[in-house]
């Protein structure tokens, strides 16, 4: 998994986490743990399914970015009915920006499957002399 419980409190408050989880009738109040898991591993499984052919997995870290998107992807996910603009247009980002990383577009700056080098560094060559010592022209 890319993100846990404690990244979509973070992100998102307990309170939304417990109206999207607790399925519980009646409602108990609290973060259904199973509810987010599965949500969790959802995105997991749907990120997975764009980065395995760039980046050899399991991961041995996890970027910043990629844990923030899983976040986006899992919160779309617990939404059970039709999920606010503002949750699908993050989730609609987020599978917009893994297509990117799936055609090499763009990168999590991690070493990729094929050389084991990160994809994100900037790569400096110099050009031909210009000039050179008793260069008369």
Known sequence: MYATQSDLERRFGVDELVQLTDRASPPAGVIDAAVLEEALGAAASEIDGYIAMVYA???????????????????????????????????????????????????????????????DLAEISTGRRLFARGDRR
């Open 57 to 119: 997995r399991p991961l041995t870290v996890v970027p910043p970015r990629l844990v923030n998107l899983a976040c986006d992807i899992a919160r779309y996910h617990l939404y059970t009915h039709a999920a606010p603009e503002l949750v699908t247009e993050r989730y609609k980002a987020a599978i917009a920006f893994l297509r990117l990383v799936a055609s090499g577009d763009a990168s999590l700056g991690l070493p990729d499957k094929a050389s084991g080098e990160t994809t």
